[in-house]
Structures are given as structure tokens and as C-alpha cells.
């Protein structure tokens, strides 16, 4: 079965509790429990999370901080960080379930199949690598992959061509034959001479940067093989003087690059966004490595890359990076030495440099924005595959709603440091973009039990307790049971028209043992609960039931439990076996 990020929940109700059917309403009575479709909350801001990794003297993270210990400055304006929260590596892990069965239902006979815990997606950008550098960082990668994975790992290999991809997986030989059907495929259409760089292409058009224009020029007259006067540099310089021919050329050869780099570039990011939309859907730890030599983001696709960051974050997605083009040296094309000129080639060695240096921001941009890791200027990739597989053991999640923020969707740049950072370095997202309108409490309160569900941490805000049960229909299918008991005395009701109210969202979501979102049920449960009613309930607690039509196999469930009046969760996992 293909997943599909983020589903749509199907809502469905059903509970049971002797203290609550007990005691049904009178007639004409307001019901003391009453089912939705929809949950609502009561207030819903925009919050923007910061992803921090802190690190020691020896560059080991560090994950001994409080809150107060971090300072977060939005436009250089001091924020207050209403949520805070420690991200580990290696999280709680799934939790088998002790059911006691009744009925024809039977407890779990065996113990349950290894449970896909963590996902690792390699990114290979071989729209921009060139075939020595996909080469070797294919070897280190094969190499990496076979001595790391294990029953809990899931490996995934994609392109940003988008034509080599191998789902998330266990099997090695898969792998490692995905791995080895790459090569370069760069854009078809793009002329040697003038070599212009995206970057100089972008100076040329948008920049409006005469030396840049000038150089292409040159190069062009040096293409040709034209008898140059001496004094051409300087007349290239002045822009009165151009020589309409070179001019042309110069200009068609950077339309042309700047075209394609511009389809290039906002197709990578949608490759990254598309392989976050399919993480999301994985329950665990995750985790993406950018194979790249990176490629330069115009001003126009910085709100792309913005909202990719965003999206990792919500989706607790780490992005490492790798520039596969190790350490580098300057080496303009030997087509553009002939005839030689000094500044002609000081200018194109400038061009070149500066693009290579541009090209890298996005892998250090991505890597910081999310918490990752970027390796870069040394030539031991499998170094830095290893340190790509061992994400870093903390990270901080620093969460400020914005004060007095305009919805504008402009750029705001972020800045966090420490109260004490004597002998510490900290990796922190640069910036975000505001939203352009306001945001609406429903969805986002959707949206934070979406990403609870998709993820594996397991949280303890409502004391609950999860079994699974199963009953066989046939040989090839059974029936699986979920059963939540939740303790309410520590849930807060608000008191209306005598009622004790309260609206509980409890969501069940069904996974394979390679991580793979089957189904989910999302139940909403009203309570407008008398005195009375109120003590029983606190006393006895409520039991929630789903069940899932299954095929024999093993199974991971995942479980997230909301309220709307002090809007607490709890999750928790739970793992199955069904013969």
C-alpha cells in the first residue's frame, strides 16, 4: 500500500462507561455526552519554532538547558519563548501492549515483529553533481548504508531528477542497486561558450552588473577567435561602447542559464518538499541527507526554502547535509583562457569562485534551519556519511509567537543566544517568513494532532492506558481491537449552564513494521457532564474503543489523546503481533 501524507482522518465515534450509561438525560435534557465531527480549541496562535543544537568545546551536543537559558530575538526585538522542548535521537522506544483478552479476543501471543524506529531518506542531487563527486559519494553511501542498517532502520534512496528513487526499505541489495543506477543528469541545453554560471546569469539579467556582462562578452570574443583590439577590456567596460554582437551572445547564453537554473533549483526544492510530505507519514525518528554541490536560491525562491524548513520542523524531520564536492579549487574552463587577459581572468576566476561559494548557502541554510548537520570542505565522505547517520543526540525546540506581527509575509530574521555560552556554540534557524493571513485555531489544532501521530515521542500531559486485542475472522484476516482507559482527574472542565465541559479527541492511527501509514480513526467525544455524572467519571475513568479490520502481520499503533479546555496531550505506541 502506497501511503498518502498526511491523510484525512475518518471520524468516527464510539465509548463506553458504565458510571456515564448509567445515568442517561432526562428527556428534554441537554446530553451529557454528544459526538463531532470536528474538534475546536480555544485560542490558536502562530507559533515559530526554532530547531537549536548547542554543542561543547569537543562539539558534542548538549542537552542539559533550560528554557531560561536560551534568548531569542526576532528582527532584533527579544522574544518570550512560550513552548520549549528537547528533541533526542534516540526517543522512547514503542511499547508492547498487555492486553488481557475477553470474550473470543486473545492477548498477544508472541512477542511482536522489530518496528521500524528510524528513517533515513538520501537525497542525491544529480541534477547539479558532477560524475566524479556521484561517484564517490555513491561508494561512501553504499558503504554507510550496509554497516548501518539494522531491523530498526529504514533506508530510502531519491534524486532531484526525480527518476531514481527506492522507497523506504530494509533489503540492502535494493538499496544498493538503487544506488548504483545514478549518474549526472544535468540540464540538456546549456552552451559551453561563454560558460556562464547561474550566479554570473543572475548578475547579468536581474543585477543589471555591467562587469559581469563585460566578462561574458569577452568570453564570447575570445570564443570566436577574433583578431581582439588591445583596449577591448576597456571598452567592454564602458557601456556606450558594447559591441552589439558580443552583447547579444552574452545575453543569450545567460537567459538561457538563468531559465534553467531557476527550473533547477524550484524543482529540487519541490523534490525536498514532496520527500517531507512522504516522511511525514512515518512514525519515529527522521531524517534527511542533501547529497550535493548545492545550487544557488534567487531572492524569489527564499519563501520556498522557508517553507520547506517549516514544513521539516512540523514534521520533526532533521535535514543533514553533505557538499559532495569536497575540498575545491578555482579552475575556470580552458575555453575561456584563450588569448589569455588578465583581467578577464581574474574577473571569470572571481565569477566562478563566488558561484561555488553561493551554491553552498542552501546546504548550510537547510541543515541549520532544521537542527541538522552540514559537512563540508574535506574530501572524507565517508566521514561525513557516518556523522550524516548520527544526528545529534539533542535538539532544542525554542517556540515564540511573534509580537505584534503584521501579515505581510515579509522576511524576519531570528537570532538566538545564550545567557551563559562560556565554552558552548549553538546552530540555530536564521530566519522565517511571516504569514500573509491569520491563522485559524481549528486547523492548527488539526494540524498539532496530525504531527503528535507522526511522530514517536510519547507524551504524558493525560494519564492513559493502551491494550491490544485481536480476534481472528478467517485465515487471512482478524479484527484488531484498541483500548484506551483514560484517567480524567487531572483534565480541567469548564462550567457551563451547570455542565462540566470538555471535548476529548482521541486518534488512533495504524502502521506496518516499515513505518507506513495504513489508516487512522479519529473519535471526538463531548462531555457536558452533570456534578454528579463529573465525580463518577473522575472516579472510574472513560474507555475508548477502535478496532481496525487487519491481515496477519505486525503492526504499530500509535495513539494521541487531546482536550480542548487545557489543551494537554498524551501519546503513546503500542505493537502487535497477529499470526
Request: with cysteine; hydrophobic share 40%; glycine share 6%.
Given at each position: 500500500?502506497?501511503?498518502?501524507?498526511?491523510?484525512?482522518?475518518?471520524a468516527?465515534?464510539?465509548?463506553?462507561s458504565?458510571?456515564?450509561?448509567?445515568?442517561?438525560?432526562?428527556?428534554?435534557?441537554?446530553?451529557?455526552?454528544?459526538?463531532?465531527?470536528?474538534?475546536?480549541?480555544s485560542?490558536?496562535?502562530?507559533?515559530?519554532?526554532?530547531?537549536?543544537?548547542?554543542?561543547?568545546?569537543?562539539?558534542?551536543?548538549?542537552?542539559?538547558?533550560?528554557?531560561?537559558?536560551?534568548?531569542?530575538?526576532?528582527?532584533g526585538?527579544?522574544?518570550?519563548?512560550s513552548?520549549?522542548?528537547?528533541?533526542?535521537?534516540?526517543?522512547?522506544?514503542?511499547?508492547?501492549?498487555?492486553?488481557?483478552?475477553?470474550?473470543?479476543?486473545?492477548?498477544?501471543?508472541?512477542?511482536?515483529?522489530p518496528?521500524?524506529?528510524?528513517?533515513?531518506?538520501?537525497?542525491?542531487?544529480?541534477?547539479?553533481?558532477?560524475?566524479?563527486?556521484?561517484?564517490?559519494?555513491?561508494?561512501?553511501?553504499?558503504?554507510?548504508?550496509?554497516?548501518?542498517?539494522?531491523?530498526?532502520?529504514?533506508?530510502?534512496?531519491?534524486?532531484?531528477?526525480?527518476?531514481?528513487?527506492?522507497?523506504?526499505?530494509?533489503?540492502?541489495?535494493?538499496?544498493?542497486?538503487?544506488?548504483?543506477?545514478?549518474?549526472?543528469?544535468?540540464?540538456?541545453?546549456?552552451?559551453?561558450?561563454?560558460?556562464?554560471?547561474?550566479?554570473?546569469?543572475?548578475?547579468?539579467?536581474?543585477?543589471?552588473?555591467?562587469r559581469?556582462?563585460?566578462?561574458?562578452?569577452?568570453?564570447?570574443?575570445?570564443?570566436?577567435?577574433?583578431?581582439?583590439?588591445?583596449?577591448?577590456?576597456?571598452?567592454?567596460?564602458?557601456?556606450?561602447?558594447?559591441?552589439?554582437?558580443?552583447?547579444?551572445?552574452?545575453?543569450?547564453?545567460?537567459?538561457?542559464?538563468?531559465?534553467?537554473?531557476?527550473?533547477?533549483?524550484?524543482?529540487?526544492?519541490?523534490?525536498?518538499?514532496?520527500?517531507?510530505?512522504?516522511?511525514?507519514?512515518?512514525?519515529?525518528?527522521?531524517?534527511?541527507?542533501?547529497?550535493?554541490?548545492?545550487?544557488?536560491?534567487?531572492?524569489?525562491?527564499?519563501?520556498?526554502?522557508?517553507?520547506?524548513?517549516?514544513?521539516?520542523?512540523?514534521?520533526?524531520?532533521?535535514?543533514?547535509?553533505?557538499?559532495?564536492?569536497?575540498?575545491?579549487?578555482?579552475?575556470?574552463?580552458?575555453?575561456?583562457?584563450?588569448?589569455?587577459?588578465?583581467?578577464?581572468?581574474?574577473?571569470?576566476s572571481?565569477?566562478?569562485?563566488?558561484?561555488?561559494?553561493?551554491?553552498?548557502?542552501?546546504?548550510?541554510?537547510?541543515?541549520?534551519?532544521?537542527?541538522?548537520?552540514?559537512?563540508?570542505?574535506?574530501?572524507?565522505?565517508?566521514?561525513?556519511?557516518?556523522?550524516?547517520?548520527?544526528?545529534?543526540?539533542?535538539?532544542?525546540?525554542?517556540?515564540?509567537?511573534?509580537?505584534?506581527?503584521?501579515?505581510?509575509?515579509?522576511?524576519?530574521?531570528?537570532?538566538?543566544?545564550?545567557?551563559?555560552?562560556?565554552?558552548?556554540?549553538?546552530?540555530?534557524?536564521q530566519?522565517?517568513?511571516?504569514?500573509?493571513?491569520?491563522?485559524?485555531?481549528?486547523?492548527?489544532?488539526?494540524?498539532?494532532?496530525?504531527?503528535?501521530?507522526?511522530?514517536?515521542?510519547?507524551?504524558?500531559?493525560?494519564?492513559?492506558?493502551?491494550?491490544?486485542?485481536?480476534?481472528?475472522?478467517?485465515?487471512?484476516?482478524?479484527?484488531?481491537?484498541?483500548?484506551?482507559?483514560?484517567?480524567?482527574?487531572?483534565?480541567?472542565?469548564?462550567?457551563?449552564?451547570?455542565?462540566?465541559?470538555?471535548?476529548?479527541?482521541?486518534?488512533?492511527?495504524?502502521?506496518?513494521?516499515?513505518?507506513?501509514?495504513?489508516?487512522?480513526?479519529?473519535?471526538?467525544i463531548?462531555?457536558?457532564?452533570?456534578?454528579?455524572?463529573?465525580?463518577?467519571?473522575?472516579?472510574?475513568?472513560?474507555?475508548?474503543r477502535?478496532?481496525?479490520?487487519?491481515?496477519?502481520?505486525?503492526?504499530?499503533?500509535?495513539?494521541?489523546?487531546?482536550?480542548?479546555?487545557?489543551?494537554?496531550?498524551?501519546?503513546?505506541?503500542?505493537?502487535?503481533?497477529?499470526p
Amino acid at each position: 500500500m502506497t501511503p498518502r501524507a498526511r491523510p484525512l482522518f475518518i471520524a468516527a465515534v464510539w465509548m463506553y462507561s458504565p458510571c456515564l450509561t448509567a445515568q442517561p438525560p432526562a428527556s428534554g435534557d441537554q446530553p451529557e455526552i454528544t459526538a463531532r465531527d470536528t474538534p475546536t480549541f480555544s485560542t490558536g496562535v502562530n507559533l515559530v519554532n526554532v530547531p537549536v543544537v548547542v554543542r561543547d568545546r569537543e562539539g558534542h551536543a548538549v542537552g542539559t538547558l533550560r528554557k531560561e537559558d536560551f534568548q531569542v530575538f526576532d528582527k532584533g526585538k527579544p522574544q518570550i519563548v512560550s513552548r520549549f522542548s528537547i528533541e533526542r535521537a534516540n526517543g522512547p522506544g514503542t511499547l508492547v501492549a498487555n492486553p488481557s483478552g475477553t470474550g473470543q479476543e486473545k492477548p498477544v501471543p508472541t512477542p511482536p515483529a522489530p518496528i521500524a524506529k528510524r528513517f533515513v531518506a538520501y537525497l542525491f542531487d544529480d541534477v547539479h553533481l558532477s560524475f566524479g563527486d556521484l561517484t564517490r559519494a555513491r561508494d561512501a553511501a553504499d558503504l554507510q548504508i550496509v554497516q548501518s542498517l539494522d531491523g530498526n532502520t529504514r533506508v530510502a534512496i531519491y534524486t532531484t531528477s526525480g527518476l531514481t528513487t527506492s522507497d523506504f526499505t530494509a533489503d540492502r541489495d535494493a538499496l544498493h542497486q538503487a544506488l548504483f543506477t545514478l549518474q549526472p543528469r544535468p540540464s540538456a541545453g546549456h552552451q559551453s561558450c561563454p560558460d556562464v554560471s547561474y550566479y554570473q546569469a543572475d548578475l547579468i539579467l536581474n543585477k543589471q552588473d555591467p562587469r559581469a556582462l563585460a566578462t561574458a562578452m569577452m568570453e564570447s570574443a575570445y570564443c570566436s577567435g577574433a583578431n581582439l583590439p588591445p583596449n577591448l577590456e576597456a571598452q567592454l567596460q564602458d557601456q556606450r561602447r558594447f559591441p552589439s554582437q558580443l552583447e547579444i551572445q552574452a545575453r543569450t547564453a545567460a537567459s538561457k542559464v538563468l531559465e534553467l537554473g531557476v527550473r533547477d533549483s524550484r524543482f529540487a526544492l519541490e523534490i525536498l518538499t514532496n520527500i517531507i510530505l512522504r516522511m511525514s507519514a512515518l512514525p519515529g525518528t527522521k531524517s534527511m541527507v542533501l547529497i550535493s554541490e548545492g545550487f544557488l536560491l534567487l531572492d524569489e525562491h527564499r519563501q520556498e526554502e522557508a517553507a520547506v524548513m517549516d514544513r521539516a520542523i512540523r514534521a520533526n524531520i532533521i535535514i543533514n547535509s553533505l557538499n559532495a564536492r569536497g575540498l575545491f579549487t578555482v579552475d575556470p574552463d580552458a575555453s575561456a583562457k584563450l588569448n589569455g587577459g588578465e583581467q578577464f581572468m581574474n574577473n571569470k576566476s572571481a565569477y566562478v569562485r563566488e558561484s561555488q561559494l553561493q551554491n553552498q548557502n542552501v546546504l548550510a541554510e537547510l541543515a541549520a534551519g532544521t537542527g541538522g548537520t552540514y559537512f563540508h570542505n574535506s574530501n572524507d565522505l565517508g566521514m561525513g556519511f557516518r556523522r550524516m547517520a548520527s544526528p545529534p543526540e539533542f535538539v532544542y525546540i525554542l517556540g515564540f509567537a511573534p509580537r505584534n506581527e503584521k501579515l505581510d509575509g515579509s522576511y524576519h530574521t531570528l537570532r538566538v543566544t545564550l545567557r551563559n555560552s562560556k565554552d558552548l556554540t549553538l546552530e540555530a534557524r536564521q530566519g522565517y517568513y511571516a504569514p500573509s493571513h491569520a491563522v485559524d485555531s481549528q486547523e492548527e489544532a488539526k494540524r498539532e494532532i496530525q504531527d503528535a501521530l507522526f511522530s514517536r515521542d510519547e507524551l504524558a500531559g493525560i494519564p492513559i492506558d493502551l491494550q491490544l486485542q485481536f480476534v481472528a475472522i478467517s485465515e487471512t484476516s482478524a479484527r484488531l481491537a484498541v483500548l484506551v482507559h483514560l484517567d480524567v482527574k487531572q483534565l480541567h472542565f469548564g462550567k457551563i449552564d451547570g455542565r462540566n465541559n470538555n471535548t476529548l479527541t482521541v486518534t488512533s492511527g495504524l502502521f506496518d513494521t516499515n513505518g507506513n501509514y495504513i489508516s487512522a480513526i479519529q473519535k471526538i467525544i463531548d462531555l457536558r457532564l452533570r456534578d454528579e455524572t463529573l465525580q463518577n467519571v473522575q472516579s472510574s475513568g472513560i474507555n475508548v474503543r477502535t478496532s481496525f479490520d487487519v491481515a496477519p502481520g505486525g503492526y504499530l499503533v500509535r495513539l494521541v489523546v487531546r482536550d480542548s479546555q487545557g489543551q494537554t496531550m498524551a501519546a503513546r505506541n503500542g505493537a502487535i503481533e497477529i499470526p
